[in-house]
């Protein structure tokens, strides 16, 4: 079973549409995550939610938006899509507030906007 | 505040040889510190990780020590195989905002036969 798993693992798109991509987690972790990669392979976080509630969002333009039906779900739509969301987006999950714990990782989003 | 610096690749070896990727941080607290590995069309791994000062992980032949005097937790092997080619990243969590993770740039090693 995959701990973390995302769709689509591929999405091409034009611009100026609007697409979801979808993230769950069977680890019971409590907190989720949105980070973007960028071409250079730098990783950015986007957002992140504990339990359903959004405690970390970075400076990101509100065409993106987050949603979190329940604790093992992160959905990230994004509205109006330009060239440069063009990247691939990785959800990751961590049990939250437990000191020393790592992030688990899904396969990655490659979003292509053309 | 908190970030993560690493040596800019790509980093070239012949198999066998020995690998170090130097990676640095900056934090308020006292950080737990990882590396991560990105293998080709693939999401991240863990590789390590250390929770406190002077402890050292290890994984798969590779070992990094957190080293608190110089702020520092670099990678290295002893003897590295072509399957070891990937994209490296070191990243810290932050005791005071451990829902929070910063990665390094990565660094992208080649392994050739």
């Known amino acids: 079973d995959t701990a973390v798993s995302q769709t689509p693992k591929y999405l091409v798109t034009q611009m100026g549409n609007d697409k979801s991509i979808k993230c769950e987690q069977n680890?019971?972790?409590?907190?989720m995550y949105w980070y973007k990669q960028d071409s250079k392979k730098f990783l950015k976080i986007m957002f992140s939610?504990?339990?359903?509630?959004?405690?970390i969002n970075e400076t990101v333009p509100n065409r993106f938006s987050p949603k979190s039906p329940d604790k093992a779900h992160l959905n990230l739509h994004i509205n109006s899509l330009e060239l440069g969301d063009s990247a691939v987006y990785f959800c990751a999950s961590s049990p939250g507030v437990v000191l020393n714990t790592e992030a688990f990782f899904g396969q990655g989003t490659r979003l292509t906007v053309v | 505040g908190n970030s993560v610096t690493q040596m800019e690749g790509p980093v070239t070896l012949s198999e066998e040889a020995f690998l170090t990727i130097n990676c640095t941080y900056t934090a308020t607290g006292y950080p737990s510190l990882f590396w991560y590995v990105q293998y080709p069309g693939e999401g991240l791994q863990l590789l390590l990780k250390a929770t406190k000062a002077d402890d050292k992980g290890s994984n798969k032949g590779f070992e990094a020590t957190y080293r608190k005097e110089t702020t520092s937790f670099h990678l290295e092997k002893g003897s590295v195989q072509v399957s070891d080619s990937a994209v490296y990243f070191c990243?810290?969590?932050?005791?005071?905002?451990?829902?929070?993770?910063?990665f390094g740039s990565g660094t992208k090693l080649n392994v050739k036969p």
């Open positions: 990243a810290l969590s932050d005791e005071d905002n451990f829902n929070k993770f910063y």
């Open positions: 680890l019971g972790h409590d907190t």
């Open positions: 939610y504990n339990n359903k509630e959004l405690i």
